[in-house]
């Protein structure tokens, strides 16, 4: 399939005439683009967006990076990918820089096709719609509501092992951990929790984000097309849950605090208006994508970590089975325990640096402004990289070592360790994601020891971090 796109983009390529490019670049040159930093913007139109993507396909996505700081002695670099002009800022000093920036210089920016998949009911385009839903959720998304979670999220996890893990001698783990956080996200998005509803919407989304980052082509059978008819179909679904909502609220049969959807429909804004319908779909379907197929990449690739390395498994069960002992049975998971369990994250940071669920974001130049020396004109679209941040020798000793003792104390310098960004524009779903981390990583090792099938399995990126065959796994529960 990814040869059919190739060939496509190649032919897309050749049609595009040289000159245009010149064109293109010689109406917008002048002294803006005398100092630009080193580096090659690839094929006309295309750039280097098919490298900057296989390479991810192909399990190196740092490579891309490495090799042009390697071949431009550069920490930032020049390219075009998805149809703009773009820069490259390679480590802790680029991400310091943007993200310390954000709306005096920079600004978040999408690939226009994610506005072709997210089409927005008011109108407004992807970034506003972010900043709206970044002032919603510190509500529902605060220490107080968190707390709350743990029970239900220990709940589900109870019960996604009891149905998907339990009796079964092999497991592919993606598909399940995707399963699991896509579970959670729907019980407190938006209170279903009934598996087969939660089947309905579980394959759209795949078919969404699988778009995201995709060629955007939108032909009958490209990732693209299917992601814009998920899409539709996912905020269809979601307003009819919406429609019922507001009936259940209006005849009590509804809390106003059972979910983020009751919040939403009864939180107005500064001048008192309302969300539209359509609106809270949109927001909601933003939540159900930042919250679900990143921790979903960050505990499978806890799994493949674990199974690799019988030492640090050790560790996380022995710390796991303290908790565990200290509980009375069907006792639910509190506070409490989550906060005991230091080593267990130090585990997962050390799997979300190797492998980074989100290997980086794209910030739009607000102004024209200088950086190390070079310019960087309006316009142009900046790209921070997780995964090139997170493999520096100087920042992280033996950068392919699993060692979790680097997140002890009070561990990595600012702006080395990156999976949930930084700045004004940090992941709000941090907390969230540690929590449904560690009670899934609390019910795997309680239960089962296991080793994978395909000892050499790859990971790749596409476009989250993720086993390129699903991780699948041999089962050994302990002995009761
Ligand atoms: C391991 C899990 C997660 C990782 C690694 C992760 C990572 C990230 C990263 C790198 C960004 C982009 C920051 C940037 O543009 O510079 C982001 C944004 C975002 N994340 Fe997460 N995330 C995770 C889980 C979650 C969860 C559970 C939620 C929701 C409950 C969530 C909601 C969001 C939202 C709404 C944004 C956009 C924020 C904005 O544009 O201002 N994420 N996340």
Request: some cysteine; proline content about 10%; aromatic content about 14%.
């Given at each position: 399939m990814e040869l059919f796109y190739a060939s496509l983009l190649t032919f897309f390529v050749l049609s595009v005439t040289l000159s245009f490019h010149f064109l293109l670049y010689s109406k917008k040159s002048g002294s803006r683009l005398s100092n630009l930093p080193p580096g090659s913007t690839g094929f006309p139109m295309v750039g280097e967006s098919l490298e900057f993507l296989s390479t991810g396909w192909k399990g190196h996505p740092e490579k891309f990076v490495f090799d042009r700081i390697a071949r431009y002695s550069s920490s930032v670099f020049r390219t075009s990918l998805f149809g703009s002009p773009a820069v490259v800022f390679c480590g802790a000093a680029g991400n310091k820089f943007l993200f310390s920036n954000e709306n005096k210089l920079v600004q978040a920016w999408w690939p226009s096709s994610v506005d072709k998949i997210f089409p927005s009911s008011s109108q407004t385009s992807s970034k506003e719609e972010a900043i709206r839903l970044r002032k919603m959720l510190?509500?529902?998304?605060?220490?107080?509501?968190?707390?709350?979670?743990?029970?239900?999220?220990?709940?589900?996890?109870?019960?996604?092992?009891?149905?998907?893990?339990?009796?079964?001698?092999?497991?592919?783990?993606?598909?399940?951990?995707?399963?699991?956080?896509?579970?959670?996200?729907?019980?407190?998005?938006?209170?279903?929790?009934?598996?087969?509803?939660?089947?309905?919407?579980?394959?759209?989304?795949?078919?969404?984000?699988?778009?995201?980052?995709?060629?955007?082509?939108?032909?009958p059978g490209t990732p693209f097309n299917r992601a814009i008819k998920a899409s539709n179909f996912i905020r269809t679904e979601l307003v009819a849950i919406i429609k019922q909502r507001k009936l259940d609220l209006a005849e009590g049969k509804a809390s106003p605090t059972q979910d983020i959807l009751s919040h939403m429909l009864l939180t107005s804004d500064e001048n008192g208006k309302f969300m539209h319908e359509a609106d809270i779909a949109d927001k909601i379907l933003g939540l159900l994508i930042g919250g679900h197929d990143t921790a979903s990449s960050s505990c499978a690739s806890i799994v493949k970590f674990l199974a690799e390395l019988p030492e640090i498994y050790e560790g996380v069960y022995r710390e796991q089975m303290e908790i565990a002992k200290s509980k009375a049975a069907g006792e639910l998971l509190n506070w409490d325990d989550i906060q005991k369990m230091k080593y267990s994250w130090n585990v997962a940071c050390e799997v979300m640096r190797l492998a980074p669920p989100v290997q980086g974001a794209f910030r739009d130049a607000i102004n024209d402004f200088m950086y190390n020396g070079f310019?960087?004109?309006?316009?142009?679209?900046?790209?921070?990289?997780?995964?090139?941040?997170?493999?520096?020798?100087?920042?992280?000793?033996?950068?392919?070592?699993?060692?979790?003792?680097?997140?002890?104390?009070?561990?990595?310098?600012?702006?080395?360790?990156?999976?949930?960004?930084?700045?004004?524009?940090?992941?709000?779903?941090?907390?969230?994601?540690?929590?449904?981390?560690?009670?899934?990583?609390?019910?795997?090792?309680?239960?089962?020891?296991?080793?994978?099938?395909?000892?050499?399995?790859?990971?790749?990126?596409?476009?989250?971090?993720?086993?390129?065959?699903?991780?699948?796994?041999?089962?050994?529960?302990?002995?009761?």
């Open positions: 510190p509500n529902f998304l605060k220490a107080e509501a968190l707390q709350r979670y743990i029970g239900i999220m220990d709940g589900i996890a109870q019960r996604h092992f009891a149905t998907d893990w339990e009796n079964k001698d092999q497991v592919v783990v993606y598909p399940l951990t995707k399963h699991y956080t896509f579970w959670i996200a729907c019980r407190l998005f938006v209170n279903v929790e009934d598996p087969s509803h939660v089947a309905k919407f579980e394959d759209p989304f795949g078919c969404l984000i699988a778009g995201i980052l995709s060629v955007p082509i939108d032909l310019s960087i004109p309006k316009g142009w679209k900046i790209y921070w990289s997780a995964h090139s941040t997170h493999r520096n020798a100087e920042f992280f000793p033996e950068p392919l070592k699993f060692d979790p003792s680097r997140f002890e104390g009070s561990g990595p310098a600012p702006y080395t360790f990156v999976p949930f960004g930084g700045g004004p524009r940090m992941c709000p779903g941090k907390e969230y994601a540690r929590l449904e981390i560690l009670v899934f990583m609390h019910h795997l090792v309680r239960r089962f020891k296991w080793e994978k099938v395909i000892p050499n399995e790859k990971m790749i990126v596409n476009p989250m971090s993720m086993p390129e065959k699903g991780l699948p796994i041999r089962l050994y529960p302990h002995k009761a």
